[in-house]
């Protein structure tokens, strides 16, 4: 199980590759927080991601208080169905869909 977060220069966006799982996620936060550093806005790309657990919609939600944090604006693109499921049924799906300020 591995995750690999990387700044895709040619689209201006983070894109994430393997697993977000609650193995995986505070390596991935580690990750995101190094290569979302200089980026004004962060859009991040899941086309990638081949598995998730309620642990990525936990990191999800922590990316967007970062970024809210540091005056941000976050968007998340190619959501994995399942991970829509997950935060459907938590109720939090809006969190995914609403750009922060």
């Excluded at 086309?47 to 970062?66: C, G, H, M, Q, W």
């Amino acid at each position: 199980m591995s995750v690999e977060v990387s700044f895709d220069s040619s689209n201006n966006y983070i894109q994430v590759k393997g697993e977000l799982t609650s193995a995986t996620v505070m390596q991935a936060l580690s990750q995101f927080s190094r290569e979302c550093k200089a980026l004004p806005n962060w859009v991040i790309d899941f086309t990638r991601v081949t598995r998730v657990d309620s642990a990525a919609l936990a990191l999800l939600i922590e990316l967007k208080r970062n970024a809210q944090n540091k005056n941000k604006t976050i968007s998340f693109i190619y959501l994995p169905p399942a991970l829509l499921k997950i935060a459907s049924l938590s109720q939090v799906e809006e969190l995914l869909n609403e750009k922060a300020a």
